[in-house]
């Protein structure tokens, strides 16, 4: 079964630009969630999507966001980036929170 | 809001030794989840804990749930430098299960 897919692996952006990150889940799997992770702030939840609704949302801006597709591939979205959006993106899928995630590789992204 | 700390921060042991990660919970956790990511890696689920009390070995590794639902523990016997890496403990909002908690994260490192 393959896991999870991310892309792009690695991303280097300049501030104010946007950027859109793509996952796409396990075969079968209807949740996918977002994370950031950063070394000083650890792994800080984004959101969670299911069968293309959001059912949670964690402290992020409005810049930050989401969707999800009929197929559960899943994308998050941050406009007007800043320095500080620095940080590898990681999304899960799962059967459904608050069942175990499966991790994608993540995207670095650096933002300059 | 609700918070998730792991101590210790970080451990450097010398192969064959024990290593122990404590996590605790400001609030009473439906479930626990552990969690492994190497260096350069994304966290890998390793067991999902439920009932109070509950204890699950997966070979070298034992895992608690406390009595009241608020703390966990990860012990390794014996260490090998295959367990390098950072022990992440989770467990879900519980405001809404749609949204799951890191604790701060426990970074192992084990020397030959």
């Known amino acids: 079964k393959a896991g999870v897919t991310q892309t792009p692996r690695y991303l280097i952006k300049t501030r104010g630009q946007q950027v859109t990150l793509s996952c796409s889940p396990i075969s079968g799997h209807r949740s996918v969630s977002w994370y950031q992770q950063t070394p000083g702030q650890g792994l800080q939840f984004l959101f969670e999507?299911?069968?293309?609704?959001?059912?949670n949302k964690g402290n992020f801006p409005g810049r930050f966001s989401g969707r999800q597709f009929s197929n559960s591939r899943s994308e998050m979205n941050v406009s007007t980036l800043e320095l500080g959006d620095s940080a590898l993106y990681l999304c899960?899928?799962?059967?459904?929170?608050?069942?175990?995630?499966?991790f994608g590789p993540g995207t670095r992204l650096t933002v300059t | 809001g609700q918070q998730v700390m792991q101590i210790p921060q970080y451990q450097h042991v010398q192969e064959g030794e024990d290593f122990t990660t404590y996590c605790n919970s400001s609030?009473?956790?439906?479930?626990i989840q552990w969690y492994k990511q190497r260096p350069g890696g994304h966290p890998v689920f390793l067991i999902q804990l439920v009932k109070s009390g509950e204890v699950k070995k997966q070979k070298r590794l034992t895992f608690q749930f406390g009595e009241a639902k608020k703390n966990s523990s990860l012990h390794i016997t014996a260490t090998q430098t295959t367990d390098v890496g950072t022990y992440f403990c989770?467990?879900?909002?519980?405001?809404?299960?749609?949204?799951?908690?890191f604790g701060t994260g426990t970074r192992l490192l084990v020397s030959p």
């Open positions: 609030t009473t956790l439906s479930n």
């Open positions: 989770a467990g879900p909002m519980n405001t809404g299960f749609q949204k799951l908690v």
């Open positions: 999507y299911f069968s293309e609704t959001q059912r």
């Open positions: 899960a899928s799962s059967f459904g929170l608050p069942n175990e995630q499966y």
